[in-house]
């Protein structure tokens, strides 16, 4: 109850970081003196505690033993600060009490290892940084208050370290004996610079020591706003789970995602940032592994999507590994093995029909069927281009297959000579990996199809088997047919909007062909999405990808289990509880997969009432079927759940 009276209070009294400036100026005052932790300097972790816990991660395994060191470290500043006659422990005093249970060595090891950890985990505080900055830029003069166990050196490591210079004197409580939150701290300051109260102003995070105890004195005093526990896409239920190791590992994330993703305010970069860019760089982290378990050398990553698999791969600096991008795409890999259809049904699931509502000019845009061949077949059949191919007889079928087999033959094996050529230039042979975001694993199965001789094996972001399809040798990260359910239901309800998240918006592959210079080329077409969506999806993708280089910096040294439930929370929490807001925002884009359509509805539920053949066409057609309804309903019911439970009903 405490804890909460003192929240309220202290959310009551706070400022907004950004008032701050305007506050100072307008104060006349001469000093200016801020906290360290949680004000100058920000932690990435969840709670402070949390240092303790990867400590105890490290010396398990560096001793290969299992101790309760987090355990052990509370105990033992609590008993320090029983036994001190001082206002205030050093971290030397914290640790004398460890020799009971640990050598020297083995004390000095602990201790050097908890520095390390709070250099590697702390950070400038990007809301505060500009008015420290100012009072630094403005010749007043500053002070750095704070009541802390580290010692002196530690301090000015962390200060240089988050991107501070500038300040006058810093007072810690563990070289002065004393505390801010008695007051003495800053009755000595007020004594060693020889000011008045009200000349100076403290700003700092902690009620007590930061607020109530300077203002006891006199000093102006300001209690900066506590920034809430989590980023926009924080996802709670992961910590509601039992699992305590995956609570302050997501922690470590959740804190780094709030700390860093400050920095720009836009709606598409904030996505990239802390919703993409966790699934990509878990992604890769976990590719670098299995392709080693799996001795694999080579991996060749699929665009479209595998631009940004690749830039991100190249993070982890795995040099042991060759790697390239190959421009393939579902039709491109599929025509070379057109010419084996023995009947149309064959070349309908070759080329993954999917949709209800595909139609004859659809097949001959898929086969690579000249005009003048498909009109002359469609003249014979008393049909039009847009006749939809399920609703041909069986002696249409037949017709229509025999009247372009020698077409889609001739084109077939011309592309099967042109793609082996294409590929063979990049080195596509051996024992390979391929990488794609996932789903079915077309792409590689046509692959294995024109490359019978090679050993391909698939690693995917996700992965579910297609009834009727041949199962490739493949792997995925999120999810498969045996893992992960729900993780599935959030994505495959809402396929479309995360295949956009990782799609290059360059066009996609049509065909191969030869050039004036002998060299096999990949011919694509051209973009498909507007200037305006082209300018969101390359934000998303920039912050993405700033987010795998940033994050892979601390996560060099802590070796954070980055797994499937970590790195999906916040595109959980982006998909379950979509405002209205966000919806809007999505409406911007189309997607061109097949026929254009929006991410989500384009009318309102009163114009489905009076239509309801149109929205059950427009819901057909849509990957995203879960936003689709949300956007006609409004309200929140569990779309995704319920787009699982009709698609088990229809199995």
Partial sequence: MKKYVKRIIS????????????????????????????????????????????????????????????????????????????????????????????????????????????????????????????????????????DMYLPLEVILKLLHKSGYKGWNKIYLSSEEKIRKSTGNLFKKILHDEMIDPIEMIHIGDALQGDYIAPKKIGIKAVLIENQKKGNEYYNRKIFNRENKKLKYEYGILNAFLQNNCTRQKDFYRTLGYCVVGPILYGYCKWLVNELNNNRIKKIFFLAREGYILEKAFQEFRADNIEYN???????????????????????????????????IMDL??????????????????????DTKVGELGTGQKKALFDSIRENVASFSKEQEEYIKGYLKQVGFSGKIAVADVGWHGTIQSALQAIFPENGIKGFYIGKKHKKGKPDVDSMAFLFDDEKNDRIRQDIMGT???????????DGSAKEYAINDSGEYICKQYEPEQSDRNVIDITKLQEEALRFVKEFRVIDEELNIDMNADICE???????????????????????LNVDKHSLVAEHTLKYYMFRPQKFIEEFLNNGNKSLFLKSVFIVPLPYIRIIDALKKMER
């Fill in 11 to 146: 959310s009551s009294i706070s400022m907004k970081t950004k008032e701050l400036i305007d506050l100072i100026q307008e104060s006349g005052c001469r000093v200016v003196s801020f906290d360290i932790f949680d004000t100058l300097i920000k932690r990435n972790t969840n709670r402070p505690e949390d240092v303790f816990k990867l400590l105890e991660d490290r010396y398990n395994r560096q001793f290969k033993e299992s101790k309760p060191i987090s355990k052990l470290r509370i105990e033992s500043e609590i008993y320090a600060n029983e036994e001190t006659y001082n206002e205030e422990v050093t971290l030397d005093e914290i640790y004398e009490s460890f020799l009971t249970e640990f050598t020297e060595d083995r004390v000095a090891w602990l201790k050097e290892n908890e520095i390390e950890l709070e250099l590697l985990l702390c950070q400038m505080n990007y809301d505060i940084f500009p008015a420290y900055d100012w009072c630094i830029s403005n010749n007043i003069k500053v002070l750095i208050t704070s």
């Fill in 364 to 385: 001959a845009l898929s086969c690579g069927i000249d005009l003048l061949t498909i009109e002359k077949a469609v003249s014979g059949l008393n049909v039009s281009m």
């Fill in 569 to 591: 929370a916040g595109y959980n929490k982006l998909v379950n509880s979509t405002s209205m807001k966000t919806m809007e925002r999505f409406k911007e884009f189309s997607f």
């Fill in 325 to 359: 991008v190959i421009l393939v795409s579902r039709k491109a890999t599929v025509t070379p093995l057109l010419y084996k259809a023995n009947s149309l049904d064959d070349l309908m699931n070759l080329i993954t029909v999917t949709r209800v509502n595909f139609t």
């Fill in 495 to 505: 396929v479309d909007l995360f295949e956009i998240f990782f799609l290059s918006t």
